[in-house]
């Protein structure tokens, strides 16, 4: 059993007869040699981790942070006392985001999704709308692997990380990732999810990976509340029947081609972007000055 | 690409905040004490390339230490890995080095227990995964995926025929063999990575063989 792109993944789903959840299930439990039960045992786990990622994050003052600090804290006081735009919704993704983005800055425990710069995004998007829909654990179980079936697409046609193509490669598949879940949640197709999907990466085009002073700080924890927000945009806009018009595998594929035309100093690298504005270049000579090894 | 992990796609469940800067440095200071076999006393780490450079911002020496006191790269006591060792009574410092064209995030560790020394040195490869490459400078791969047997014996027709026995008799089957030696008919290391984890017996057994000086079990981690 291979997963090589949406279209073959879907073409799977139809043939066997399956929904999307149970093939991935079924996939990485022949790649693992597992029995379907201890996969589904396994993203449990990665449930529970990621619900606690936002309590604790919420709770995070950023102790060993060292630019970010406190953000979950912040936008919980905020929401209480009513200073925040937007509805309930809105509000609490901005929370649970920037909670267990915050939280991997101070060393807290997260899922890496797909990775460690972008664990906020998923939990971020899924929690709340799944706290609003009311869905069960096994349903949300069920979008996790939708959301893994769309991070295996697009993992087998492009990069995952910001050295090789950019905060594109991080928040926007952890973004498609999420509008694939979330889009699964409310009821859509498999063509829904991926529609979903691409659209929340179309939105990342382009976008580099410039974090100040090499720390995951900033931008990274805010980018991860913007990719959250931008999942359910993507969703809400498919589900309104709006097409995504270039196809997931498509865009990734110009994902990946925007990544090698994209300078290293834009990769990770803190050699541009806000890395090297007059204020990153100044926390990056204090954080120096503060830390080196040589002394 | 054909084969991608799901939880490597939605995973690793670790501690920040970077996978190959804290992950993957938590798992090579856990591979060290595994690899010791014992309460891991002392501990001089070199840092080389990216890890010199960003250590401070990835916390990459509050990760090799917890991981050199036998924590996991989820272990919510991480942050607290200093206060812990100071506790421990884990002595250790930290360098900078040049390694030379090695992986960026390598590391060299030294560490001593109460009976042994090691010196070994891996990279954090991505994700969270690693590479233990050299081990008492012979050229090894480790990845932690796989229960290791590592033995040090003679270079002499015969030895590595009897260990791969002793591992046959215990039903243990072989995925990867690799032996490396400095010259010949002196000193020389097997690693034999298994699908089964290797019992005390198989060790013990291996022990006992003629020209085989000394053995390390390492489950995997």
Known sequence: MEISSAVQLQELCSSKKKALPEIIAEYEAFRASKTTEQVRKDMAQILAVMRSSVEEGIKDKGEYAHIVKGYGVRVKDAIG????????????????SLAVAQHNASLGRIVACPTAGSCGVVPGALLPI???LGSTNDELIDALFVMGGVGIVSASQGPISGAEGGCQAECGVASAMAAGAITYLAGGTNEAVFDAASLALQSHLGLVCDPIASLVEVPCVTRNATSAVNAIVASNM????????VPFDETVAAMKAVGRAMPETLRETSQGGLAVTPTGRRIFKEMRRKYSLEN | MAHIGLFDIVGPIMVGPSSSHTAGAVRLGLAASRILGERVQRAQIFLHGSFAATYWGHRTDVAVIAGLLGMGMADPEIPRAFELAEQAGLIYSFQSTDLGDVHP????MKVWGSHEMVDLIGASIGGGRINIYSIDGFDVSVDGSYSVLITRHRDEPGIIAEITRVLALYNINIAFLDVSRKVRGLDALLIAQTDDPIPKEAVEHVLQLRG???VRNLPCF
């Not at chain 1, 006392?81 to 649970?96: H, S």
Request: glycine content about 12%; charged content about 20%; aromatic content about 2%.
């Open chain 1, 238 to 245: 498919v589900l309104a029947g709006i097409p995504a018009v």
């Open chain 2, 105 to 108: 995030n390598s590391v060299r």
């Open chain 2, 212 to 214: 085989v000086m000394a």
């Open chain 1, 81 to 96: 006392q009513g200073k925040l735009l937007g509805d309930g919704l809105l509000q609490k993704v901005i929370l649970y």
């Open chain 1, 130 to 132: 799944a706290e609003e």
